[in-house]
């Protein structure tokens, strides 16, 4: 495998932010164990958090590929679907949300997803049908005369893999200039393609952190199967050092329950940051569990996600009401 840096120089990329800060969390830290966070969430507002860095890779393959229309797949309340439709528009490339039916009114990113929208409606997929909705995303194409394009669920593509990897190069330049280096880095994880960069960028610099990848869907085998994938992509055979948990409190790929809202809510009280319900809220109550017995510097990435917040203002007020 070439440096990383210098395969990412061959690489098309748009000029989206890739540079966050990092800094303590003092209320988590204690003697033998220093807690730090890296802000992906301060990347932007509704193009915001780790997809960011997706993008900067995958929305110039779609434009030198002179696409005309794209079909976005995900969740009614997903901040994928909403920052593509974005960057999407701006670039006069026509966006269709093919978006699993959800069963609350629309608000949250749906709301914004829509009103992004003049003429174009978002598709909806009834939940039994969401199995096929890649199937069901090749007719829509197919039927379709302009030049279209699909993106699957969370930007799980191989355009969008190579600016995922700018993390491992940010995470460095962050050490570098707070003159610190961490001895673990944890991370959460939806299809994984995230994780999966990081630990292979990570690896071939060489970087001594060991990698606690969060896994959201609980499947350790789909895991390492999409970690070897990307791997024989970069043809990287550097020593990889990471672990895989699963959550130890709520199970299952879905939003906080009301309680875990508390721990959001108290997260954001002791330290000033906001966390999502689906990502990094999960990551700031599992990751100290998981750390129980890690000591030296830990980093918490911060993936974003906080626009999908707005999808859950009952649950907020109900807390806000105590
Ligand atoms: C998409 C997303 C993830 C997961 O990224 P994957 O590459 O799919 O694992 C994590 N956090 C947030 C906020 C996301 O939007």
Known sequence: MIPLEELLSQIPQEDYPKQSRIHKLPFLSCEKKKWFIKREDELGFFTSGCKVRKWRTLIPALVLDQVESAILIGSANSSNVLGLTLLLLEKGIKPLPLLLKPSSDIQGNRLFIELSLRQTKPIFVERKDWPEVETIAASLKESMSTKTAIIPEGSNTKDAFFGALTLALDVVRNEKEQKISFDHIFIDAGTGLQAAALILGLGSMGHKAKLSVLLLDEDHDKFQKTLRHWQSVLKSDHPLNYQTFVPKGQRGFRPLSESG??????????????????????????APLEAAYFEGNILLIHTGGLNSLFGFNDTLRKIHSG
């Not at 108290?266 to 109550?285: H, K, N």
């Open 261 to 286: 809202f508390k721990k959001i809510v108290e997260f954001a009280r002791d330290s000033g940051v906001w966390t999502d319900p689906l990502y990094s809220g999960r990551l700031i109550t599992e």
